[in-house]
């Protein structure tokens, strides 16, 4: 299996344009989890998927942010309008259980300018 | 709610030398513990883990970690690194109640970088 897959793997951007993160998890992975990582908060969930339906997105910090799932090999993290302070890596990770290993992508380095 | 904290963000060390790679964490309830690893350009990856049983477990590349919960710590150790143990390492805690992903807490992360 190649991974969990993300793109793109940079952007830079401008503020207030809108950044469309995206992710293909394994195969057969039931939950997909989004996370953001700073150098001061280190990792935070911000949301996750259960077959295709968000669970918990008590993570995203604004309404700028969105995230769908519209199929069990595709999800999207959306910002709009975007940010400076959105400027962070993105990862996406998923698991075929719940308390099973997590599997993470490369991850996504934005830059809001 | 729980918390962990990777004192060290950067950790210098000669190749061949010993390496330990603090991690402390507050619960108030029974917790697991992990370790992920971030190789340079690549994504994090289940390095070892503490779920019950042994408080010492090693992972398959030499590194082991000790769960101390008197001292509410879970440090990492290698008693020789070689290059190819240059990443950023990250320690999570979770509480062993009703388990899952979603639940873990990562800390901030310390990067490892072998000195040739």
């Known amino acids: 299996d190649a991974g969990v897959i993300q793109s793109p793997r940079h952007e830079v951007t401008e503020m207030g344009q809108e950044v469309t993160l995206r992710c293909k998890p394994i195969?057969?992975?039931?939950?997909l989890f989004w996370y953001r990582q700073t150098m001061m908060r280190g990792l935070e969930l911000l949301i996750y998927?259960?077959?295709?339906?968000?669970?918990?997105d008590s993570g995203m910090p604004e309404d700028r942010f969105s995230a769908k799932m519209p199929n069990a090999s595709f999800s999207t993290l959306k910002i709009q309008p975007s940010e400076p302070r959105d400027s962070a890596v993105y990862f996406c990770?998923?698991?075929?259980?719940?308390?099973?290993?997590?599997?993470f992508g490369e991850g996504s380095r934005l830059t809001v300018l | 709610a729980q918390s962990v904290t990777q004192l060290d963000s950067q950790v210098p060390v000669f190749e061949e030398a010993p390496v330990e790679l603090r991690c402390n964490y507050s619960s108030s309830v029974s917790v697991y513990l992990f370790w992920y690893v971030q190789y340079p350009n690549q994504g994090l990856q289940l390095l070892l883990k503490?779920?019950?049983?042994?408080?010492l477990v090693e992972s398959i590349n030499g590194f082991e970690a000790e769960f101390n919960k008197s001292q509410t710590s879970f440090h990492l150790r290698k008693p020789s690194v070689h290059i190819s143990d240059t990443a950023e390492y990250f320690c999570a805690v979770s509480s062993s109640s009703n388990f899952g992903n979603e639940k873990l807490t990562f800390g901030t992360g310390t990067r490892l970088t072998i000195i040739p």
């Open positions: 998927f259960n077959n295709n339906v968000p669970i918990d």
């Open positions: 503490y779920l019950s049983g042994s408080t």
């Open positions: 990770a998923s698991s075929p259980q719940p308390e099973s290993e997590l599997f």
């Open positions: 195969s057969g992975h039931d939950y």
